[in-house]
C-alpha cells in the first residue's frame, strides 16, 4: 500500500546523495515511521501485550513467568494511560456516544486494580498465575470492543487520527523515558 512516506523517503534519498548527512536522512524516516495514525498505534500496542501474554501461559519457570507479567503490566499501563490521557478525552468531543468512553475509562481501572495486585504478588503465589489470566481475559474484552466498536465509530468522525497517533507515540516515547527506558518502542 503506498504511503506519504513513500514520497518523503525518495526525496530523502535524493537529498542524501546530494550531499546532505545520513543523519538527516535517518531523522525524516524516524518521523516518518512514527506517523502512524492513532488507531495503528493502539493496534499495535494490543498485539504486542497478546503476544506477551502469549509467552506468559507458555513459560516453564516462575522467574520468566515474573518478567513476563511485569512487562505486561508495564505495557498496559502504558497503553492505559496515553489512551486515558489523549486518545479518550480527544474521541469524546467527536463521538456522539459517551457512554463507549466511560465503558472503556472503567475496564481500565478494574484492569489497573488487577495489574496492582500482580505487581504486590511473587510468581510462587498460588493466586498469580490465575490474576494474570484473568487479567489477560479482561483485556481481551477490552481490546474487542475498542476494535469491533469504539474505534470503528472514530474513524468515521473528522478527529485527525495521524496527529493524535503522532501524540500517542511521542507521550508514551516520554512515559518509557521516565520509566528509565525499562521498555523497548516495538511499536
Given at each position: 500500500?503506498?504511503?506519504?512516506?513513500?514520497?518523503?523517503?525518495?526525496?530523502?534519498?535524493?537529498?542524501?546523495?546530494?550531499?546532505?548527512?545520513k543523519?538527516t536522512?535517518?531523522?525524516?524516516?524516524?518521523?516518518?515511521s512514527?506517523?502512524?495514525?492513532?488507531?495503528?498505534?493502539?493496534?499495535?500496542?494490543?498485539?504486542?501485550?497478546?503476544?506477551?501474554f502469549?509467552?506468559?501461559?507458555?513459560?516453564?519457570d516462575?522467574?520468566?513467568k515474573?518478567?513476563?507479567?511485569?512487562?505486561?503490566?508495564?505495557?498496559?499501563r502504558l497503553?492505559?494511560?496515553?489512551?486515558?490521557?489523549?486518545?479518550?478525552?480527544t474521541?469524546?468531543?467527536?463521538?456522539?456516544?459517551?457512554?463507549?468512553?466511560?465503558?472503556?475509562?472503567?475496564?481500565?481501572?478494574?484492569?489497573?486494580?488487577l495489574?496492582?495486585?500482580?505487581?504486590?504478588?511473587?510468581a510462587s503465589?498460588?493466586?498469580?498465575?490465575?490474576?494474570?489470566?484473568?487479567?489477560?481475559?479482561?483485556?481481551?474484552?477490552?481490546?474487542?470492543?475498542e476494535?469491533?466498536?469504539f474505534?470503528?465509530?472514530?474513524?468515521k468522525?473528522?478527529?485527525?487520527?495521524?496527529?493524535?497517533?503522532?501524540?500517542?507515540?511521542?507521550?508514551?516515547?516520554?512515559?518509557?523515558?521516565?520509566?528509565?527506558?525499562?521498555?523497548?518502542?516495538?511499536?
Amino acid at each position: 500500500m503506498p504511503t506519504p512516506s513513500s514520497s518523503t523517503n525518495k526525496s530523502t534519498k535524493r537529498s542524501a546523495s546530494a550531499g546532505k548527512s545520513k543523519s538527516t536522512a535517518k531523522t525524516a524516516s524516524s518521523s516518518t515511521s512514527r506517523s502512524k495514525d492513532a488507531i495503528a498505534v493502539l493496534k499495535a500496542d494490543h498485539r504486542q501485550v497478546e503476544k506477551l501474554f502469549g509467552q506468559f501461559e507458555k513459560a516453564k519457570d516462575e522467574s520468566q513467568k515474573a518478567q513476563l507479567a511485569e512487562q505486561i503490566c508495564m505495557e498496559l499501563r502504558l497503553h492505559t494511560q496515553i489512551e486515558e490521557e489523549i486518545f479518550y478525552p480527544t474521541s469524546r468531543d467527536f463521538l456522539q456516544d459517551d457512554d463507549i468512553v466511560n465503558e472503556a475509562i472503567v475496564e481500565h481501572q478494574a484492569a489497573k486494580d488487577l495489574i496492582d495486585q500482580i505487581e504486590g504478588m511473587s510468581a510462587s503465589d498460588e493466586m498469580y498465575e490465575a490474576k494474570v489470566s484473568v487479567l489477560k481475559e479482561m483485556i481481551e474484552h477490552h481490546v474487542e470492543e475498542e476494535e469491533k466498536q469504539f474505534f470503528p465509530q472514530v474513524q468515521k468522525t473528522e478527529m485527525d487520527l495521524r496527529s493524535i497517533g503522532e501524540q500517542l507515540a511521542e507521550r508514551k516515547e516520554e512515559l518509557m523515558g521516565e520509566m528509565g527506558g525499562g521498555l523497548s518502542a516495538t511499536h
